[in-house]
């Protein structure tokens, strides 16, 4: 029921629709108002000897390089429209404007030239020839200025002076290869031969005004078309005729003709309100293009671009004219997002996303629409030539048209991804499986795989078939009449595509990740090339020693000769960047888009150099010039260039590209922009820049501009910033080694007192009274005949004496040696006092006293003084504490506490026996520590505490020593 539906519908749309046909156009570009150009209403188009197009239009002149359009106006100048826009040989720009005013370029700057003679009131055309001659059209006859001698002169037609009739009017000044000068007039068709005028008489001008028809030079012939009754005349061999070409008269037939020209070869243009005729004069071969728009000129630039002033629409330019487009605009197509195409023996068909069909006959070029459907996808989409049918899937059937477009269904058998036709059967490829289907029978049929399917090619000379799966590529044989699988090639890899080339029977296949793989006819496996890893490929294909592949991105061209890729996009003249199918027909490549079916010859994938550079001008500072071989610049100063380029196919996707010979070989890029060209940082010293262009294919342009020039030095490398910094350097130097002497010297003052200290401590400490009490001692025990006392304190003082000579002579030693040494010494006083002296020794067990180190001597002074002003005055009990203590981890406390008789009453007694014995203990200690703390190595805190009881009665004293690291 279904299918019986969808006939009805397909059915009824032929009926209503029909075939319908259009006309097709090249593709082209357009420069209109919309992207910078100044105007899109354009009378006149040139291109000078630089390659610089010439635009005469409605908003004055302009001269526009591909990217940017520059205006030219005169103080002078009575009205902004131009037109008949020249290019003498000298490479003089000529116009005119509509008050009959003639316009030159000189020096980027437009200026008036001015005529003698008031017969110039109404100038219609001029033109220019090889002798710098420039030929002016008006009523008075015809007149030559001459750019050498600045003269001009007068050719009159009939001798008549006169400026209110139409006697000695011309018009439509020609000149020809020759050199020749034809143009009209009222008798006929005038020339000026080697500075003679001579007149081709014709009586036609006497039913059709000559101010209605303009010439053109073919070859050595003339062709005069009218504007006004559609007739057409030629001048040959100084005979005039009236022609009678059918086709051309039919195209030219109610359309108003605004300019003819002959640009080589065997076709006139003749630009129109109702499009541009190409006309083969040969064969009376007529071809209309783009008849929806009004246009005023054309020419051929130097890159084979076709260039179309428009008068409603700016500037078309045509890459090539083989490159046609069909698309909705221009043809009876209803949508033209295409992704399917097919070719057959004269015909392309195509579907697009929305399931409807087309075929376009080659021949004629013309599209009638076969199935017109809605929100249908199409699968399978391939023409069979053995059955001369058109075979498409869509809604999971399988369909066919004739070349009758007769249209026929097949059993619904799933999603059709591809059809092709083998000895009586059909191999039909879904993403079910692959199945051979009977031609005669399609109720016949058996699964090869049941394997997601995608493409397949039979090789009939080998009877192989092959292929194109979701898990690689299957090859099968035929055995007794039926495909046997034999070998799967690169298994579990999603193939998207595959071709075939009968030369040398090698098979091409194109993965999901844009790799290419070849498998010979041994049957073995390569890799070929790869893709872009950001590009989605859809469709390979195989054609002369060529690999192409279908992109997002454009159409990959990979040379299998020279192994590098070419990539063609819309830069290079795509309709569409997304290639998801094409076909390659009759040296054609037929590309399905988004945006219509296009037409492009194979030329398109050998691109040639186009671009052209021109330094017009430099800028240092605030200054121009155009010496480029001189420059002479500050240092760090920029150099700015003022560029022209020509080229237009890149259509403004042009870098600049320069480096610094003979210093630094990298390219710097640079965006093209209708800015200056600046170029920092140049080295100093003499330098030589290399200039260029990059076009759009990454090709350099035709020529490199070389600059040459000096860049002076630094003001850090002249000769007075040396000296100076050299006299700086060397004060600075003396004062740093004055400072460092004198810190040096400091140094050494203050280890010369830190020793002088030391020696005044040791002084103190072993002062002759000590020496003498103890050695006094020691001789008792003697007398008392007690050796064993009398030998141990001699040994005692004995090692007192060597520990501490040691000590004096280094500046710091461990806790441990100053310990052994105050016990040593409490040890010794103890021996003078009575028998009721005791001391305790504590030390904190978190103290490493074998890697501490302190000032050497130290603490023997402050236990000296605990003895000498406290103990040895104290009756009845004496007690000495030494206690060692980390406050913290950069801190350790010592404390020295006795139980004497304190310092008031030692200071008392002190002062009683003042005449009697100086003690420098006191000073040498306090001295010490202010020269240990100036060093910075410690930093050392003395407190002095007197202990009480609770009458407050003296209980001694308490020496805090606190070493901060």
Request: glycine share 4%.
């Amino acid at each position: 029921m279904r299918t019986i539906i969808f006939h009805i519908i397909i059915s009824s749309l032929f009926t209503l629709i029909g075939n319908v046909v259009y006309s097709q156009n090249p593709q082209y570009y357009s420069y209109d108002d919309e992207n910078g150009a100044p105007s899109n209403t354009i009378y006149s188009i040139v291109q000078d000897k630089r390659g610089f197009l010439w635009l005469g239009t409605d908003a004055g002149l302009y001269k526009f390089d591909g990217i940017k359009y520059t205006s030219y106006k005169c103080q002078t100048q009575k009205s902004k429209s131009v037109s008949e826009v020249k290019v003498s040989e000298s490479g003089r720009v000529y116009c005119i404007n509509f008050q009959s005013q003639i316009f030159y370029v000189e020096n980027e700057s437009l200026k008036e030239l001015k005529y003698p003679f008031k017969t110039f009131r109404s100038i219609p055309n001029i033109e220019t020839d090889k002798h710098l001659n420039l030929y002016v059209n008006h009523y008075g006859g015809i007149s030559k200025y001459n750019e050498k001698t600045k003269q001009w002169k007068t050719f009159k037609t009939n001798g008549v002076n006169t400026e209110t009739s139409y006697t000695n009017y011309t018009k439509a000044v020609k000149v020809d290869q020759d050199n020749k000068v034809n143009f009209l007039c009222a008798d006929g068709l005038g020339q000026i031969i080697h500075e003679k005028l001579n007149v081709v008489p014709s009586d036609i001008f006497s039913t059709t005004a000559h101010e209605n028809c303009m010439i053109v030079n073919v070859n050595r012939d003339v062709w005069i078309f009218s504007t006004f009754n559609e007739k057409v005349y030629h001048v040959s061999n100084g005979k005039f005729g009236e022609i009678h070409p059918p086709n051309l008269l039919k195209a030219i037939k109610g359309k108003k003709i605004t300019n003819v020209k002959y640009l080589g070869g065997k076709h006139l243009w003749i630009t129109t309100y109702s499009g541009i005729i190409k006309y083969d004069f040969i064969r009376d071969k007529t071809e209309i293009l783009y008849p929806d728009y009004a246009f005023s000129d054309i020419i051929i630039d130097r890159e084979n671009n076709y260039w179309l002033s428009s008068l409603q629409y700016g500037l078309f330019r045509i890459p090539d004219l083989q490159s046609i487009v069909w698309d909705k605009n221009s043809s009876s197509i209803l949508n033209d997002k295409f992704n399917k195409i097919s070719a057959g023996d004269n015909s392309i068909y195509m579907g697009d996303k929305r399931g409807s069909v087309y075929k376009l006959d080659i021949p004629s070029q013309q599209i009638e629409s076969i199935l017109i459907n809605e929100g249908n996808n199409i699968q399978a989409f391939q023409y069979l030539n053995e059955e001369k049918k058109l075979f498409f899937g869509m809604n999971s059937h399988l369909y066919f048209v004739n070349e009758q477009n007769r249209m026929d269904s097949i059993t619904d058998i799933g999603p059709v991804k591809f059809v092709e036709k083998y000895l009586s059967s059909r191999i039909i490829s879904t993403s079910l499986g692959c199945y051979i289907y009977s031609s005669e029978n399609q109720n016949q049929r058996y699964l090869i795989t049941q394997d997601w399917s995608r493409e397949s090619y039979v090789d009939k000379t080998s009877h192989r078939l092959w292929l194109a799966t979701n898990k690689g590529i299957i090859l099968f044989t035929m055995e007794g009449g039926k495909w046997v699988k034999k070998q799967r090639y690169l298994k579990d890899q999603q193939i998207l595509s595959i071709d075939f080339n009968e030369a040398t029977r090698t098979l091409y296949l194109l993965s999901f990740n844009g790799t290419i793989y070849e498998i010979n006819p041994q049957l073995q496996l390569k890799r070929v090339a790869r893709t872009q890893e950001d590009l989605q490929v859809f469709k390979i294909s195989y054609y002369q020693q060529q690999i192409y592949v279908g992109t997002n991105k454009g159409l990959g061209i990979y040379n299998l000769k020279t192994q590098k890729w070419n990539v063609l996009t819309k830069a290079n003249g795509l309709l569409s960047d997304v290639i998801e199918n094409f076909i390659i027909k009759d040296a054609f490549i037929w590309l399905a888009t988004n945006k219509g079916l296009q037409r492009i010859p194979l030329q398109l994938s050998k691109p040639e150099k186009t671009a052209i550079l021109y330094v017009n001008k430099v800028k240092i500072g605030n200054q121009y010039g155009k010496n480029f071989k001189s420059l002479d610049l500050e240092y760090r100063q920029p150099l700015t260039l003022y560029t022209e380029v020509s080229s237009y196919a890149s259509n403004g996707q042009l870098t600049y590209a320069y480096r610094f010979k003979d210093n630094d070989n990298r390219w710097y890029a640079v965006q093209m922009t209708d800015k200056p060209l600046i170029i920092p940082n140049i080295p100093y010293g003499k330098f030589i820049i290399e200039l260029k262009v990059i076009d759009h294919l990454n090709m350099d342009s035709l020529n490199t501009i070389t600059l040459s020039g000096y860049v002076a030095p630094p003001f850090w490398l002249s000769w007075w910033f040396v000296l100076l910094t050299s006299l700086i350097f060397i004060l600075v130097t003396y004062f740093i080694i004055r400072f460092q002497f004198k810190k040096r010297q400091k140094k050494m003052d203050l280890l010369y007192e830190l020793n002088r200290s030391k020696l005044i401590a040791i002084k103190s400490q072993m002062n002759p009274h000590f020496i003498f009490n103890v050695l006094n001692s020691i001789k008792s025990y003697i007398y008392e005949n007690d050796k064993r006392n009398a030998m141990r304190y001699l040994e005692d003082f004995s090692d007192l004496m060597r520990q501490t000579l040691e000590l004096s002579e280094v500046y710091y030693t461990s806790l441990n040696d100053e310990i052994k040494l105050a016990k040593i010494y409490i040890e010794l006083e103890e021996m003078l006092l009575s028998s009721d002296f005791g001391y305790t020794i504590n030390i904190d067990r978190r103290i490493n006293i074998n890697q501490l180190k302190i000032p050497a001597l130290l603490l023997q002074p402050y236990i000296e003084n605990a003895f000498k002003h406290g103990l040895r005055h104290k009756k009845g009990e004496k007690r000495l504490l030494l206690s060692i203590d980390l406050v913290n981890e950069n801190t350790i406390r010592i404390e020295i506490k006795d139980n004497g008789i304190g310092r008031k009453a030692s200071t008392e007694i002190n002062h009683k026996n003042v005449n009697k014995r100086k003690s420098f203990a006191t000073e040498a200690m306090k001295n010490r520590i202010e020269l240990i703390n100036q060093e910075g190595k410690f930093l050392i805190k003395l407190i002095y505490v007197d202990l009480f009881d609770e009458f407050g009665h003296c209980e001694g004293t308490n020496v805090i020593i606190d070493l901060i690291q």
